[in-house]
């Protein structure tokens, strides 16, 4: 994913500070013996070289920008953040990503799928409390947008997610309210809130599959591109945003290069503003 975009012109005319590269670790598909994560070793370790980078860039006061394969890579931001105090997280994604042994009754094996379980405290200690800072995320400072799993039959949802005191505004309640209504809702809560910032975490399934096919987990619903390009504009002009990460698009299924070319474009567009928006601040 990282190579596809930069290829497409991601970075072109971008003002970088740093263009970081990290190695990118084998994949183990069985399942660890102790945690019953998969990849479980070397997620650890990219987990501790990805929390260097961003935090070399938050000395540096920069703006990091993670171009990750899956949403494994929220662990490293998590935690660089909370070495710094409290900040919060929007979780802009077409699934919750909340499995955990709790709601799974054993071990969820897949990161990909557990990422925000993991950041709020939820699953192997080994992940949820690396260098005794658990949670990474109070849930209270949580804001999930755009889960599918009340608008799509295919969709899976954990039962214990909506009991928590995480904010929810899934796909319904944004094709009710709109886009912007939702944004703003969100945006005004995280003005109000008592951190010193927060975290966008961008994965791309959230828009609707049939728009954008090129994702592990395609379904017929989500935003529209221009949806989702008004809730990039919206957050990446807040003022307490930090850093973002984005990842889920999956190349070999983008033959034409032209999901690659309007992820890349759309993304540079959006933080070509940012950068003016923050010059002027």
């Known amino acids: 994913m990282p190579r596809a975009l930069v290829n497409a012109g991601l970075l072109d005319a971008l003002p970088l500070s740093c263009h970081t590269l990290l190695p990118e670790p084998d994949y183990a598909e069985d399942q660890d013996i102790v945690s019953g994560i998969r990849n479980h070793q070397e997620l650890i370790r990219f987990t501790g070289a990805l929390d260097r980078a ?35 997280l929007v979780h802009f ?31 192997p ?16 400072d949580v804001f999930q947008l ?58 791309l399934d959230v828009i609707d599959s049939t728009l954008m096919p090129a994702v592990d987990s395609p379904e017929n619903c989500g935003l529209n591109w221009e949806e989702f390009d008004a809730a990039l504009g919206a957050f990446l002009r807040h003022p307490k945003l930090v850093g973002l990460n984005v990842g889920i698009f999956d190349p070999e299924l983008d033959t034409s290069g032209e999901h690659a070319r309007r992820i890349a474009n759309g993304l540079r567009r959006r933080l070509l503003e940012t950068v003016a928006f923050r010059s002027d601040r």
Not at 184 to 189: A, F, V
């Open 125 to 140: 200690t080994t992940l949820t409390d690396i260098d005794g800072l658990k949670p990474y995320f109070l849930d209270e």
């Open 93 to 123: 994604d077409g699934h919750n990503d909340f499995g955990h042994e709790g709601n799974w009754g054993k071990p969820y094996a897949s990161v990909a799928g557990a990422d925000l379980a993991i950041v709020t405290g939820r699953g």
């Open 54 to 88: 961003i935090a070399a860039s938050l000395e540096a006061r920069r703006f990091p920008v993670v171009i990750g394969g899956d949403c494994s890579v929220l662990l490293g931001p998590a935690i660089s953040l909370r070495r710094r105090g409290r900040f919060a």
């Open 146 to 203: 755009g889960e599918k799993a009340d608008a799509s039959a295919a969709t899976y949802s954990f039962k214990d997610f909506p009991l928590t005191s995480i904010h929810r505004l899934p796909l319904s309640h944004v094709k009710a309210h709109g886009i912007d209504a939702a944004t703003k809702e969100i945006s005004g809560l995280l003005a109000a809130a008592p951190i010193k910032g927060f975290w966008l975490h961008v994965d």
